[in-house]
């Protein structure tokens, strides 16, 4: 059965060792690669390596090569991407733990009224978020100005420990 190379950046079919080796070194150089940078390298004519090139197609099997190297690193991205995300939900859903068993400890009597007021505007927004997953530009900016959740409840949890 004759070889027929998988891939284009693969040595092809008659394709000599010397031309392979020329062609590995052109398409590994990346996108800054030239035929002259391959000459200095390998001690080749120029007119040998352009006719390998013109002969074993070296600009469409570096377009090839080039394209399968971005696409794997696009799958890289997502592949990272989808594993962040899902460190960051199990990171929030501790925080979140945390988060309940604080309050809980919370006195009704240890809250001001800005307090219970600040914590049923929170209890909504996250309410709200979590059934829409989106988060109107007003309401991103009363958080950027106003006092997080977090801040709220370390803050009361705090002076009821000063209390005790």
């Known amino acids: 059965m004759p070889y027929k190379p998988d891939k ?6 008659g394709e000599s060792g010397q031309a392979y080796e020329a062609f590995a070194l052109y398409r590994d150089i990346g996108k800054s690669r030239t035929v ?3 000459v200095k390298r390998l ?6 390596l352009d006719r390998w090139k013109a002969r074993w197609n ?3 099997r570096v377009t090839a090569y080039d394209n399968e190297i971005e696409r794997q690193a696009k799958e890289q991205v997502i592949k990272d991407r989808k594993t962040m995300l899902d460190r960051h939900v199990k990171i929030a859903m501790q925080v979140q733990k ?3 068993e604080a309050l809980g400890k919370l006195s009704v009597d240890d809250m001001t ?13 996250l309410e709200r978020l979590s059934r829409s997953l989106e988060v109107d530009s007003q309401e991103a900016e009363d958080t950027k100005q106003g006092t997080s959740l977090a801040d709220v ?3 009361a949890y705090q002076k009821r420990k000063d209390s005790e």
């Open 8 to 13: 284009p950046w693969e040595r092809q079919k």
């Open 36 to 38: 002259s940078a391959v």
């Open 43 to 48: 001690e080749k004519s120029r007119s040998l």
């Open 58 to 60: 070296w600009e469409e």
């Open 98 to 100: 945390k988060a309940l």
């Open 113 to 125: 009224p800005k307090d219970i007021k600040e914590y049923i505007r929170m209890a909504t927004d």
């Open 153 to 155: 409840i370390v803050s």
